[in-house]
């Protein structure tokens, strides 16, 4: 029974990365090894930010909310970013058009998150007899973060790979890549210093990345015009 | 080392402190996990008494039950107080199967003590005396239960019963099949204060024991810490072992009597240990004894002792102690009865201490609070017996009596109104010190099997004993066979809030139909319709199915 609600619990996870592999033409033209590749770029980005955080960072005393310190998470958090790029720009990818290149990397990057963040706290706790909505908004989170990954690699792919968009759109296509990858710790303001409860904290996590989602999508395809 | 041998080890080290990691996560998940006592097991002549299992792993149920509810797979839990007696009694009386059963004890007796002293002693008296084939513990009952429990009873209320369909709660005592305890030993410990022999004397001085059995036996092992039942009778002793080395430290004060004092095991198993301390004196030791004062239960009473003999009363030994006393009690403005049993040398009960030593033919008596004599393991420190129910005053009183008119017997001072132990003075009683003793006894489960022969506990009744006495000993005996023990008598118990299957179908159905329109959604953005559609026309690929 438990390892019933562990299996629920781990199609919640990592369901939607297959679907979307499967679903989408990403499928078609075998971009697994780019989502690989990405998968790897993600490991070194993670050592590289724990090493960050560990030089950098104090070890909280309390679960209060430090204004300085949560600063250095986010400009910790940008290493992402740094990541994200290395992994759209400088990887040598196969001729893969560069629509499903973002793709393939938000997804790559999306999964290996998943792997490292949620697959360890879920084969120990959800197996367990005790039952708690914990692993289910775990499994939301991961969905929202697959989102989000994808609309920021988006909007990355749009940064550094497209030459000719429209200046309009540039400030905003900043500015969202900005509020994206700032999304973590603003999450974290919000459970930590607003005190809010799991479940509100996971919705505005789902509502926020369909927003961002759907503002990504209009203004990749406003670039995908010819001007 | 190569170093692809010394990359090995380490992988490997690293590989066993996850999986330690691993284990401890597991082990802490419960929603609350609670320190419980498990009823007895013993096997009695071979007859196999008390609870038979200790594993437990059911869902909670909890009363008022539902109609022809079937409780063979549910643990009860219940409060003392709400735990109907007949319903047990029936259950036990049918052989009627339950998955386990809780009972929760109240944690402040000060509502309704009597209440409680009352349903307890019952309780005891008819699950001691069973065969019970299902687990049962005992726990305190705290605020955590009262949550599990309002949640227990909403769920019965719908009507239906606890189960795997339900969800509710599960109780988990994980915990290994009771073992045998081997060979339980009982350890008597005396001291002696020698008592001045005058020029010339050659004969052995007279001796008078003092005696007092400190094991305890209950429902539940672990909390029998028997406060009254013999805790208080342990405090006295030491207090009057206390006094009396103080006047027998001095040569001018010390009297010709030797003193022997004398802390047993085994009482509630027909004071097993006395029979065995005393067989191992020598022949002439034994006949050295004047008399012996056994104390028993005298840490709850107010107005009346009991001395119990089992020589008649118009015996002249017997007459001048119980004068001795009286004398005494009347200038403390209480009184002390005398009842008389005879001893049955057939019969194997044996229901005061001091009938263990009338039957090696020495004079004793026993003092207590009773006025009746105990029936078989009952009276003997069970789980009513705690702190709360006995007074220090008690305790002091019993002292005043017993050192009192053990002085007037020792200096010769009957008929004459001499206050030994004045307060005040050098030799007052010290009412700290039973208060301190007293609390110690009364957090120290005392059930001998359960007491290693090196017990901290044990050690420090020797030392505290050799504080006041000399030649102190401890006597280590085996109990005798007919008693069997068994252990685990201690576990946590693990509450889980548990879902139930129904739950998991149904989150499993949202999930899939997720899935499928997530995919469904993604082929008509990213392909279009058509594609969809195409999809299902054509013999799908294994793997695009199980993706979604």
Redesign the interface.
């Known amino acids: 029974m438990t390892v019933f609600h562990f299996l629920n619990c781990a199609f919640l996870t990592f369901g939607p990365h297959v679907v979307y592999y499967s679903a989408t033409p990403l499928s078609e033209y075998d971009t697994i090894g780019t989502s690989v590749k990405a998968a790897a770029v993600y490991l070194g980005t993670a050592l590289v930010k724990l090493v960050c955080l560990a030089t950098l960072l104090k070890v909280p005393e309390n679960d209060s909310f430090d204004p300085y310190q949560e600063l250095m998470k986010v400009f910790i958090g940008f290493i992402d970013v740094a990541g994200l790029y290395f992994a759209l720009t400088q990887l040598t990818h196969r001729n893969i058009s560069q629509n499903h290149k973002f793709q393939a990397v938000g997804l790559g990057w999306a999964f290996a998150d998943s792997v490292l963040h949620r697959l360890a706290p879920l084969w120990i706790g959800a197996r367990g007899l005790e039952f708690t909505w914990e692993y289910i908004f775990q499994g939301l989170e991961a969905n929202a973060n697959l989102v989000m990954t994808l609309s920021l690699a988006a909007l990355g792919s749009l940064m550094w790979l497209r030459k000719n968009k429209p200046r309009t759109l540039v400030p905003i296509i900043y500015a969202c890549a900005l509020l994206l990858a700032t999304m973590p710790s603003i999450t974290s303001y919000l459970r930590r210093s607003l005190e809010w409860q799991t479940p509100k904290v996971v919705g505005f996590e789902l509502f926020s990345s369909l927003i961002m989602a759907f503002i990504s999508w209009q203004l990749f395809s406003a670039c995908q015009r010819p001007m | 080392m190569s170093p692809s041998g010394e990359v090995l080890t380490s992988i490997s080290s690293a590989l066993a402190v996850a999986l330690v990691l691993?284990a401890c996560?597991?082990l802490g998940?419960?929603?609350a996990a609670v320190g419980v006592y498990r009823l007895i097991q013993y096997d009695l002549a071979g007859a196999p008494l008390g609870s038979r299992a200790a594993a437990l792993n059911h869902h909670a149920a909890a009363l008022p039950l539902p109609a022809g509810a079937d409780l063979s797979r549910s643990a009860l839990v219940a409060p003392l107080l709400d735990l109907p007696l007949a319903f047990l009694r029936e259950y036990l009386a049918d052989k009627k199967h339950l998955g386990g059963l809780l009972i929760l004890l109240p944690t402040n007796h000060t509502d309704d003590k009597g209440q409680v002293k009352g349903v307890l002693t019952e309780l005891e008296k008819l699950l001691v005396h069973e065969q019970v084939s299902y687990p049962v513990y005992f726990a305190f009952h705290d605020d955590s239960f009262d949550n599990v429990l309002a949640d227990i009873r909403k769920i019965a209320s719908s009507g239906q019963p606890a189960s795997?369909t339900t969800?509710g709660y599960?109780l988990?005592v994980p915990s290994a099949e009771p073992r045998k305890v081997s060979s339980p030993t009982i350890s008597n410990i005396q001291g002696w204060l020698p008592g001045l022999k005058g020029e010339g004397d050659t004969e052995q001085l007279p001796t008078i024991a003092i005696v007092a059995n400190y094991d305890t036996f209950g429902a539940a092992p672990a909390l029998s810490v028997g406060s009254d039942s013999n805790g208080s009778g342990v405090v006295a002793l030491l207090e009057i072992a206390r006094l009396f080395s103080r006047l027998y430290s001095n040569p001018k004060t010390r009297g010709k009597y030797n003193i022997l004092f004398g802390l047993t095991s085994g009482g509630p198993y027909n004071y097993n240990g006395t029979s065995k301390w005393l067989r191992s004196f020598d022949q002439r030791v034994r006949e050295s004894i004047d008399y012996a004062i056994c104390l028993n239960s005298v840490g709850s009473w107010s107005n009346d002792l009991w001395m119990h003999v089992s020589k008649p009363p118009e015996n002249p030994y017997i007459k001048q102690i119980f004068e001795e006393f009286s004398d005494v009690s009347k200038e403390m403005g209480v009184s002390v009865g005398i009842k008389h049993k005879k001893i049955n040398v057939s019969n194997p009960r044996v229901a005061w201490e001091h009938e263990q030593f009338s039957r090696f033919r020495v004079t004793a008596l026993t003092l207590s609070e009773m006025s009746s004599p105990p029936e078989f393991l009952e009276s003997t420190g069970g789980l009513h017996d705690t702190r709360e129910s006995t007074d220090v005053e008690s305790v002091i009183r019993t002292v005043r009596l017993v050192s009192e008119s053990l002085a007037r017997h020792i200096y010769g001072l009957k008929g004459r109104n001499i206050d030994v132990f004045a307060e005040n003075s050098s030799l007052a009683i010290n009412p700290h010190y039973i208060r301190s003793w007293l609390d110690l006894l009364s957090q120290t489960p005392r059930v001998a099997p359960f007491l290693q022969k090196n017990d901290p506990f044990i050690e420090a009744l020797r030392k505290e004993l050799s504080g006041h006495t000399a030649d102190v000993h401890v006597q280590n005996d085996a109990l005798d066979g007919m008693f069997t023990f068994y252990d685990a008598t201690k576990a946590t118990l693990?509450v889980?809030?548990?879902?139930s299957?129904t739950f998991?179908l149904l989150?499993?159905l949202v999930?899939g139909s997720y899935?499928i329109v997530?995919?469904?959604f993604?082929?008509i953005t990213?392909?279009g319709v058509d594609d969809l559609i195409n999809i299902f026309r054509r013999p799908p690929s294994s793997?695009?199915l199980?993706?979604?």
């Not at chain 2, 889980?496 to 879902?499: E, G, L, M, R, S």
């Open positions: 691993l996560v597991e998940d419960a929603a795997a969800g599960k988990v693990n889980y809030q548990v879902a299957v998991d989150f499993l999930l899935l997530l995919f469904c993604l082929v990213t392909r793997r695009k199980k993706g979604a």
